[in-house]
């Protein structure tokens, strides 16, 4: 998350703030996009319903959901805005598991793949063909040695008896 402004007072009694911008204020900012509040320490996206800019370093705007300057000033005012560093988003370590299906599957020096894969809340699972013979093995990060993204490979760190091969 990059700091890109402080919302410095209240602008009017419909929730609207004055922002002091930033330097690292995007000039291509839309109200598509969320800037965020750290609230009791999470990063909590909030999203402008307008966003009028008042000279270089100055904005005016209005939230979603604050529609009162009692709730403004609650909320939102001496807060710091952030955005949504784009590195930080394409670093991101999120996937499908449904992403995996076709990697090659390391279980204790034995290859294999991952051949298919079951969405269960309760108790999803990797379907894995090693040494031509089918075992299902639930999908869980404990499981998960490494994941090994630009090759294809995904190594399981098993319980013992839980494949009887």
Partial sequence: MIA????GRL????????ISLYAAFPDDFTIEEPLFVT???LAVPIFC???ERRGQAGAVAHFDDIDTSRRAEDFLVGHEIFIQDEESEDA????YMEDLIGFTAIVDKRKGSISDYYDS???PLFEITLEGRE????????FIA???FERRIIKFVLPEGLLEL
Wanted: cysteine-free; aromatic content about 8%.
């Fill in 135 to 142: 075992h299902l093995i639930p999908a869980a990060e404990e």
């Fill in 4 to 7: 890109v402004g402080r919302i």
């Fill in 92 to 95: 991101d370590d999120e996937f």
């Fill in 39 to 41: 609230i009791d320490g």
């Fill in 11 to 18: 602008f009017g009694t419909d929730g609207g703030v004055m």
């Fill in 49 to 51: 319903s307008s966003f």
């Fill in 146 to 148: 490494n994941i090994d």
């Fill in 121 to 123: 809340e309760a108790n």
